[in-house]
T-cell receptor, first 114, second 116 residues
Framework: DGGITQSPKYLFRKEGQNVTLSCEQN?????MYWYRQDPGQGLRLIYY???????QKGDIAEGYSVSREKKESFPLTVTSAQKNPTAFYLC?????????????FGPGTRLTVL | QKEVEQNSGPLSVPEGAIASLNCTYS??????FFWYRQYSGKSPELIMF????GDKEDGRFTAQLNKASQYVSLLIRDSQPSDSATYLC????????????????FGKGTKLSVIP
């Protein structure tokens, strides 16, 4: 089955630690995205990537880093510089040509800082 | 930054009624519009998308778009308790925003409750 997987589902972090969230897709999509969602809030874009080895900052990139070494994978690192990292993190992917680029989401990772 | 506005709700409708969800957007360059359904604790699921003015129907769902008024809506006919969720409106960013046109701006969502 084609889809997007994220791991882990739940993640607990102590203050001062970096953590990496995994996102993998087998939809052959070019673009991948990371969003965070806080209670009662919409999705806010952290980083996005149109193509392997290239990525751009979204609206709230401070305290986060990403890599795109493979088309299928777009891991997100939440660094200790992120002041309020507790949130629901969502990875998405889409095509970037031909269609109108509907984005499809993975199941999410819920990060809690202890 | 361009915005997408939705009433937060909750919007309560009786089972079998029509639920009407509304969304306005500020970016006149936007060309594609999406509705996502998000159950509590889950990730968003794409249910409808629309690109042209007018109506688009898919089963019990109808998306309506009016670009002149910068307004998009979602109608759910014969509402079921299983439709109870938060509905997110998303709009692509126009070219003059400096972003790729495939980037989306999301509203905060409208919580729908269908009462049996």
């Amino acid at each position: 089955d084609g889809g997007i997987t994220q791991s882990p589902k739940y993640l607990f972090r102590k203050e001062g630690q970096n953590v990496t969230l995994s996102c993998e897709q087998n939809l052959n999509h070019d673009a991948m995205y990371w969003y965070r969602q806080d209670p009662g809030q919409g999705l806010r874009l952290i980083y996005y990537s149109q193509i392997v080895n290239d990525f751009q900052k979204g609206d709230i990139a401070e305290g986060y880093s990403v890599s795109r070494e493979k088309k299928e994978s777009f891991p997100l690192t939440v660094t200790s510089a992120q002041k309020n990292p507790t949130a629901f993190y969502l990875c998405a992917s889409s095509l970037t040509s031909g269609s109108y680029n509907e984005q499809f989401f993975g199941p999410g990772t819920r990060l809690t800082v202890l | 930054q361009k915005e997408v506005e939705q009433n937060s709700g909750p919007l309560s409708v009786p089972e079998g009624a029509i639920a009407s969800l509304n969304c306005t957007y500020s970016d006149r360059g936007s060309q594609s519009f999406f509705w996502y359904r998000q159950y509590s604790g889950k990730s968003p699921e794409l249910i409808m998308f629309i690109y042209s003015n007018g109506d688009k129907e898919d089963g019990r769902f109808t998306a309506q778009l009016n670009k002149a008024s910068q307004y998009v809506s979602l109608l759910i006919r014969d509402s079921q308790p299983s439709d109870s969720a938060t509905y997110l409106c998303a709009v692509n960013r126009g070219r003059d925003s400096g972003a790729g046109s495939y980037q989306l701006t999301f509203g905060k969502g409208t919580k729908l409750s269908v009462i049996p």
